[in-house]
């Protein structure tokens, strides 16, 4: 696995544990959890997993997503079928290829950074 590869599945998880804090700190969506009987205690344990894995990504690559994330619901999203899953446009045929380069890839339409599931 490359260097590249770690990086985007550590931004994967990272995304993930944004969304689940900004979930359990929305007031709508944590009373409506609590009456289906969900417990949302532990966001200190997922702030402090946040900040665990945030040290692990390239400060310049985490200052993009954070850049992004605030823009966007979602600042990384995959390719299906040469399709940005942020903006639903169709990417140019030579993305593919580009996939093998060490590098990150970013939608020419919305900015938000790519990965091939």
Known sequence: MTDMEDQVKLLVALQDLDLMIREAKDTDTSSEMKQMGFKLDGIA???????????RIRPQLLNRYERLSKSYGRAIVPVTGNLCLGCFVTLPTSYPSLKSK?????CENCGRILYFP
């Open 45 to 55: 344990e997922l702030n402090q997993a946040r900040e665990n894995l945030a040290k």
């Open 102 to 106: 060490n590098s990150f890839l970013t």
